[in-house]
């Protein structure tokens, strides 16, 4: 079985082709089989609700990944990893706050999702070095760099 996913576009947000293959290098590199995760582009209201609901921060964010499991080795015959959320306003400026292309900050903001999906984190300087560097070194391998 493959791993597969869904991109549910409920902002409105039409390019983003190339995350596909973002996405299947990463699940290709990760080695990740038997999984299947969705990534939904919404509005900043709607991501601020969430993260006020989930996590009691009352702002909006960038991106936020609501992982069903955090392992980084999946086995079983069909692991559903989660959903990551990404606001399309926010990658937008973002984009333009660290003056590279939307391609690059949606490129990431997914990646960084994936990851957490998968375990990966940033709580502390060892941990984000290994989440960091795989991030960079992916989009790098893709050409798709600041």
Known sequence: MNTTYEIIDNYGYSNYDYLYKVIDYTIKKLNIKNAYFDIVFI???????????????????DVLSFALNDNKHIDTLL??????????PKMKEQASMYEHSEK????FLCLHG???????????????????????????????VR
């Open 79 to 88: 692991n559903s990893l989660g959903d990551i959320f990404i606001s399309i």
């Open 43 to 61: 509005s900043d209201e709607e991501m601020h609700d969430l993260n006020k609901t989930y996590r009691n921060v009352d702002r909006t964010t």
């Open 114 to 144: 994936l990851l957490h999906l998968l375990g990966y984190d940033h709580m502390n300087e060892s941990d984000e070095k290994v989440m960091f560097g795989l991030q960079n070194e992916i989009l790098e391998s893709l050409d798709i």
């Open 104 to 107: 690059r900050e949606l490129s």
